[in-house]
């Protein structure tokens, strides 16, 4: 097999780079406007959305918003995130994939078991947010729930809002990092070296299908 | 209410840093004897006459409470409670609801917008309208159910213990307008004495039970009860017995916060000491062809090469 190592390989279609992006940019606008009203220090994140009120009234529909733009994205990728036996493999040879060592890693497919464990992980916080934040959204539902279910929902929401936020951090890092990810989420393409480096199963499978 | 300038401030809303302290004033305290509460509402109608509010005309709901909850038009109310004692007497316990004032506010400790929740010197804990945002976490910290947001505005309203009056050298409207002297305002100290002046003769009275409800899960309360019954105050319309900030709410607005910031802010240094130490992955950088044939058959049975 001779492939043109800088060959392009499609690797996001238009729309899904189009979904992705919708869900970043409503997920950082949720993400601030929620953390400006969790720590005092962010209070005057408010500022953004135009202050305190405004920002307590457009953050649950921010919210709203980036999981049902998540949604779509959740359908399109669930098939390609199945944990297998050899994500598995990946996610323990963490050592090797954080000193650079990717040849000793197994061959991934179209994701490997990190960006496997980040679907999963934004798709139990996506509910997590959604159910809780609905429990003490004011003035419409908070009141139809006991105290304590709104306390509860409160905690929850906030932890699992900083699990999130700390999980985004790593993808951002990830794709600052791993060279030619970033654009290939923003043109669409990757080059065949790329693909067969970081996921060679599904590189192999691409270049089989011309 | 806004902040008055005649009253130091102890502590704000979603502030770390020190709150102007350098005068120390006395601590003030409002005593509701219910003893000898006779259910008039008088002190309701003063409350909306000093505040300028009034609420909806409501229903009946078969019971003397008129209206029949607060709101944010209406910061005390009337609890009524009829009772048989044992020796099958009926007993009317009449409780005026409203805030307690607590010395530590669940209130204030759950707001996220800066100084829109205020105690001052003096312990009174009041709203400032201006700078509320509406979101309800004081809803969510109070241990007494007492906040209430308004429809109106979208502003959370409670008692300001006439923090305005009280700046100046008078008495809260309820307690000026009291007929029966069931409420008294003045020093804590002196509230706290004269409510064991008021328990020694209510058990010389029979009443073996009565007592001083300052609760001190919250730190203790600038609005007090002499209560008849002080072992049982849940059968004042369910007067917590223990009220304190719930452990979800200390929880949250305690531990979860620094720590949250600190691993966000860890996570960001992580990746780029990360990055200075490990360099880029860059698959187009590396040196030779990664798409040789030999290299492709990378499993997951392979361990070193």
Partial sequence: ?210 | MSSLQTLDVKQRSATTSPSPSIRSTVEVAKLIDISKCIGCKACQVACGEWNDIRDVVGHNVGVYDNPSDLTANTWTVMRFTERETEGGKLEWLIRKDGCMHCADPGCLKACPSPGAIVQYANGIVDFIEEHCIGCGSCITGCPFNIPRISRQDNKAYKCTLCSDRVSVGMEPACVKTCPTGAITFGSKQDMVEHAAERVRDLNERGYQNAGLYDPKGVGGTHVMYVLQHADTPQIYHGLPRDPHISPLVSLWKGALKPIALLAMGAAVLTGFFHYVKVGPNDADADEGDDTKPESAGAGVKQEER
């Fill in chain 1, 1 to 210: 097999m001779s492939v043109d190592p800088n060959a392009l390989i499609q690797r996001y279609s238009d729309s899904e780079r189009m979904n992705h992006w919708a869900v970043a940019i409503l997920f950082v606008l949720a993400a601030l406007s929620g953390l400006s009203l969790f720590h005092p220090a962010l209070f005057w994140l408010t500022n953004l959305f135009g202050g305190g009120p405004w920002t307590r009234i457009l953050h649950p529909f921010l919210g709203v918003a980036v999981v049902a733009a998540f949604l779509v994205e959740m359908v399109r990728f669930w098939g390609d995130n199945r944990i297998e036996e050899h994500d598995r493999q990946w996610l323990r040879q963490w050592r090797d994939v954080l000193g650079n060592r990717e040849h000793k890693l197994p061959a991934t497919g179209r994701y490997n078991g990190g960006q496997k464990a980040l679907f999963w992980v934004m798709v139990v916080c996506m509910l997590a947010l959604l159910i809780t934040g609905v429990v003490f959204w004011r003035p419409w539902f908070a009141d139809y729930f006991p105290i304590f279910l709104v306390r509860l929902a409160t905690l929850i929401h906030a932890a699992v809002a900083t699990v999130f936020i700390l999980t985004v951090i790593i993808h951002i890092y990830a794709a600052i990092w791993t060279k030619g990810s970033v654009r290939a989420m923003m043109r669409g393409t990757v080059s065949a070296r790329w693909a067969m480096k970081h996921h060679r199963a599904w590189a192999q499978e691409k270049i089989k299908q011309g």
